[in-house]
């Protein structure tokens, strides 16, 4: 599975393929099947990344929860699903 992603060290939005998605329900934070990696800084860990709005989409995503979003589209540092 493809999710969109923003860069919080270069500002740029990339797609990355995730593979499966899990919970870990000891973080209630989701476990990737593979590393989110930026094309431009390399491979990055889930406190430095941001979801963006098209990474959003809860097709996708189901029950995932503690993504961090942009504050310039949803006004919020972190929310709940």
Do not use: Q, S
């Given at each position: 599975m493809?999710?969109?992603f923003e860069c919080t060290k270069c500002q740029k939005e990339f797609d990355c393929e995730m593979g499966k998605i899990r919970i870990n329900e000891t973080t209630m934070r989701p476990d990737f099947e593979k590393p989110i990696v930026c094309p431009r800084?390399?491979?990055?860990?889930?406190?430095?990344?941001f979801l963006t709005e098209l990474g959003?989409?809860?097709?996708?995503?189901g029950?995932?929860?503690n993504y961090r979003l942009k504050e310039?589209?949803?006004?919020?540092?972190?929310?709940l699903l």
């Open positions: 493809k999710i969109n800084c390399g491979e990055r860990t889930m406190d430095e990344v959003m989409n809860p097709k996708k995503l029950k995932l929860a310039k589209h949803f006004g919020v540092g972190v929310i």
